[in-house]
């Protein structure tokens, strides 16, 4: 792992809440243009991490980072850090759909909108890369103009991912996107999570053993608020060095719905 | 048994209660109703008042009110917006946040005449605005300022958080956010503030009495420095002074016109509200 280029990396980065800590002496990488999974059981702070990734939790009182976390080399939680750049950079796609009560149209171009004002005339072009991009322009084309609540929560969250994309971030945080989705939608944005690592880097953060295996290319197991492992997804599974990883992620092919 | 008893005597408690205070209003908006009914006509409410109040409408009156109200509601509402957004958007602090709440709702229960007294003091005589149009603007602005305030931030601190983040992790700064998230989804409850806020100005005689206002003489201002009639000093001057019925009708024909305007404030606020939580809820 050490010779392939990490886009963003976290460096004995302890992070914590009223003094409290959450996260301790992480240390991991993201590599380009692959999808990592962050695995592990509920409150190990799989989703602080994410946020911590890109500052998400900068209006939280009391939270607090040491450590580094940089992004391409760049410490991102220091001085003359532009938040704002790194949050275009670092995009984030949370657990359940967001749609603002706008037509799809708008929410599809929303960022765009105040990051590029200048491409007003472009924005039905980009609109349209983006929708077809999240495998949703066919499906909208006739009703780009009608509101975005009036598509499925499946549907939502690929509008949710294609406004993210809108505004093309090289990093796409993604926090247990299909949790709220059946498992037709799920296999959508699974198939979309695998085509975006093209362009974009991928951390996704997901208690789906399975899913974790069929779409990650590397895989990071936190436990107790500190990574336990990491390394290659099917290594780790086939191959963990600890026990505990072992044990948790052998129950890849239990909990599983069928997809 | 015992227990079903006091539930049954807490409750029929409860029911007088709520029944006296029920009555009570009905009885006050039925005397309004039953004696200022027979003063509306047409030229009641598009004539101008003569002879003192004893014959005429109270065309101007009602102008001149709505003008004041227009006018205090446009000064209040950038200053309430402002202020609400530094308390949720930018301000860090919990103990700035909770001495200036403190403070906001300190305003929001000084006692009426004491912002005429410190109104006409300070704008007035020391801005030398005297008795206008504008001081009573200015003072009413005051006046619902706080009402204004504390329905804005309740409205902002309504939106749904995933909004916000949503437009954090899409790279907005904070000009940004404001303009596309916070504003679109929280102007409902700045229009119920300015309604309430209005409600409660339409109601104020005291701090308005001697600042902006005189009885007679006046049509409509034709300068920010002119005084402006208002429906409440023509009730009470008429209330006080008039000794004909007809007067005093008159008087309760205005009080009439004067609930209306507060009952639609009041009701389209209402309206609102419920929208805002409806969108809140989405």
Not at chain 2, 12 to 29: Q, R, S
Request: hydrophobic residues 45%.
């Amino acid at each position: 792992m050490s010779k392939i280029k990490n886009v963003m990396e976290m460096d004995n980065a302890a992070i914590f809440y009223n003094g409290k800590p959450v996260l301790d002496k992480v240390c991991c990488g993201f590599r380009v243009n692959a999808v990592t999974g962050v695995v592990g059981a509920s409150g190990s702070g799989k989703t602080t991490l994410l946020r911590t990734l890109s500052r998400l939790n900068d209006r939280v009182g009391g939270f607090r980072v040491h450590g580094q976390v940089r992004l391409e080399g760049h410490e991102i939680y220091g001085n003359g850090t532009d938040v704002y750049q790194l949050r275009r950079r670092v995009g984030m796609v949370f657990q359940k759909p967001v749609v603002f009560p706008k037509s799809i149209f708008k929410n599809a171009v929303f960022g765009l909108k105040h990051l590029a004002p200048e491409m007003k005339k472009e924005f039905p072009q980009a609109a349209e890369r983006v929708l077809r991009e999240v495998f949703l322009w066919d499906e909208v084309k006739d009703r780009l103009h009608k509101p975005a609540q009036t598509l499925s929560q499946g549907q939502q969250q690929r509008l949710a991912i294609a406004r993210t994309l809108a505004v093309d971030p090289e990093i796409i945080l993604m926090d247990e996107p299909t949790s709220s989705l059946d498992p037709k939608s799920s296999t959508a944005i699974e198939e979309l999570i695998v085509s975006l690592k093209n362009r974009h880097t991928l951390v996704l953060v997901t208690h789906h053993l399975a899913q974790a295996r069929r779409v990650c290319d590397d895989l990071l197991f936190l436990n107790e608020g500190t990574v336990w492992e990491q390394g290659g997804c099917l290594e780790m599974f086939e191959n963990p060095k600890r026990k505990e990883t072992h044990e948790y992620l052998s129950r890849w092919n239990v909990d599983e719905p069928a997809v | 048994m015992k227990r079903e008893v006091v539930e049954k005597s807490a409750l029929g408690v409860l029911a007088i209660l709520t029944g006296t205070g029920v009555l009570l209003l009905l009885l006050i908006l039925g005397s309004v109703i039953w004696k200022g009914g027979p003063a509306l006509s047409w030229e009641f409410l598009f004539e101008a008042s003569s002879d003192f109040g004893n014959a005429g409408g109270i065309y101007y009156q009602t102008v001149g009110t709505l003008l004041l109200m227009l006018g205090a509601a446009l000064i209040s509402m950038p200053i309430a917006l402002g202020t609400a957004l530094y308390l949720t958007e930018y301000t860090q602090s919990e103990t700035v946040k909770k001495v200036l709440r403190n403070l906001i709702y300190s305003l929001n229960a000084m006692p009426t005449i004491l912002f005429g007294l410190v109104g006409y003091l300070f704008f007035g005589v020391f801005l030398n605005t005297g008795v206008s149009w504008l001081t009573g603007m200015l003072i009413l602005a005051v006046m619902i300022l706080p009402t204004l305030q504390v329905s804005i931030q309740e409205a902002i601190e309504g939106i749904p958080e995933k909004y916000r983040e949503t437009g954090m992790s899409l790279g907005l700064d904070h000009l940004a956010q404001v303009r596309s998230v916070i504003i679109p989804h929280s102007w409902h409850g700045m229009i119920t503030g300015v309604l309430l806020g209005l409600a409660r100005a339409a109601g104020e005689t005291a701090a308005i009495m001697f600042t902006a206002t005189t009885f007679s003489g006046i049509l409509l201002p034709q300068s920010w420095a002119d005084p402006v009639p208002t429906l409440q000093t023509h009730i009470l001057v008429l209330a006080q002074d008039a000794v004909n019925s007809a007067a005093l009708t008159k008087a309760w024909g205005a009080a009439l016109i004067l609930l209306f305007i507060v009952f639609i404030l009041i009701s389209f606020s209402f309206l609102l509200r419920g929208r805002l939580k409806m969108e809140a809820e989405l």
